[in-house]
């Protein structure tokens, strides 16, 4: 089997474990501070909980421009080892926390190592051939996506079986399996000598040159404000779907089905979605992708029923697929080779603004405009965001390179 593809089955299991054990405590960490932690109260649990799990966000946006400056210097596949064997410990950790204080820290420690997601990509976009760059890119995100929508199931369904605490184990044990499995199998193309003879930059100097690229900054403005629109409305959702289902009973359900049905459909399209991008151009389809997903997020402020916000967050996640598969060839096509690892590590930072700032502002602003228009909002920014990729992708055409 070819290298490029060994390496996107490796790094797909991997980017799938590393995202669902990050998700899995969802569904039992309130539980877990209640029970094991001894946290008392619903409002010291709430807060506690809210902390834990923005902790490895906060750490995570803070510490990928540098991990992704030592793997432009030192190579893709260190910091993917370093990374992955880094998670498995310290997830693993978490296991043995005796107060949240401890449980907190190891949060924080997992963001600050984290890094998996951007390495990879890093790795696949460096091995994969050009015309089928946007592929590979759509079948990493479904492991990303696969991953995050599953392991919050994953967890619920093992807290039952084992307890708590075994989570994290199993977790951090799979975790470090898939580190073996990219330890022996995977290949890169990276020449050390030659990074070595590259002028050294800081973190923000290496942000001013990608900048140079304008580009750049407006793909980084798609993965924010994806995240932001996904993460804003979250905390509100439930009692939308209560709103619209007119009852109590199953409420928990639905809510879920709501929330998933997104991601599943944002799994099934990535692969298809970057796959005609290989045909017709990444620029095509995350130019379509913006539009579909700022037109189906407004709809969702006027819904009657709990089918019809089914139906159009289904939808959704349709033209979901093809953005982050699409920004991410596109960031390859306009980064230099020498500073790719910093560019994906910037687009992770990102990532991990938007889903702090979508908790927060989105909160923030649900008071004063609902949960209704939070979505009417949220479409209306990625419909400007895609005005602004058009304006840019078109001033030039990119830096075209043989992997």
């Known amino acids: 089997m070819k290298t490029w593809k060994v390496n996107l089955i490796v790094l797909w299991f991997g980017q799938f474990l590393v995202n669902s054990g990050m998700t899995m405590i969802t569904p039992f960490l309130s539980l877990y501070l209640a029970r094991d932690l001894g946290v008392v109260g619903e409002h010291e649990i709430g807060i506690w909980a809210g902390f834990i799990f923005a902790a490895n966000f906060l750490t995570s946006f803070l510490f990928q421009p540098l991990w992704g400056k030592l793997s432009d210097k030192y190579g893709r596949k260190i910091m993917l080892l370093r990374s992955g064997f880094g998670m498995a410990i310290v997830i693993a950790l978490m296991g043995f926390a005796q107060n949240p204080w401890q449980l907190l820290l190891l949060r924080l420690l997992n963001g600050t ?83 070595a003879k590259l002028p050294e930059q800081s973190v923000l100097s290496g942000l001013k040159e990608l900048n140079k690229s304008p580009q750049l900054p407006a793909l980084f403005a798609v993965t924010f404000l994806l995240q932001f629109a996904m993460i804003s409305p979250m905390s509100l959702l439930p009692l939308y779907v209560q709103k619209l289902h007119g009852s109590d009973v199953n409420v928990a359900f639905w809510a879920g089905l709501v929330g998933a049905v997104t991601g599943l459909s944002n799994m099934a399209m990535s692969p298809i979605l970057g796959k005609l991008s290989d045909r017709v151009g990444s620029h095509k389809v995350l130019t379509f992708s913006l539009i579909g997903t700022g037109l189906m997020l407004i709809p969702q402020a006027f819904v009657q029923t709990v089918w019809q916000l089914i139906i159009v967050r289904f939808m959704m996640g349709v033209f979901m697929g093809g953005l982050l598969p699409s920004v991410n060839a596109l960031i390859r096509s306009y980064t230099p080779d020498s500073m790719i690892s910093r560019a994906f590590s910037f687009n992770t930072s990102t990532l991990a603004l938007g889903n702090m700032l979508g908790a927060v502002i989105g909160g923030f602003m649900a008071g004063f405009i609902g949960i209704e228009g939070l979505f009417i909002v949220s479409g209306g920014l990625l419909l400007l965001n895609m005005v602004w990729v058009r304006l840019k992708l078109y001033k030039k055409p990119p830096l075209m390179r043989e992997s």
């Open 113 to 195: 190592i984290s890094g998996f997601n951007p390495a990879a990509v890093a790795l696949i976009s460096g091995t994969t051939p050009k015309d089928r760059m946007g592929f590979a890119m759509g079948i990493s995100q479904s492991g990303q996506v696969a991953g995050t929508i599953l392991g919050p199931l994953i967890g619920g369904l093992l807290a039952d079986a084992v307890g708590f605490r075994p989570i994290f184990y199993i977790t951090g044990g799979l975790i470090f399996a898939a580190s073996m499995l990219a330890m022996f199998l995977v290949r890169e193309k990276f020449d050390r000598k030659e990074a």
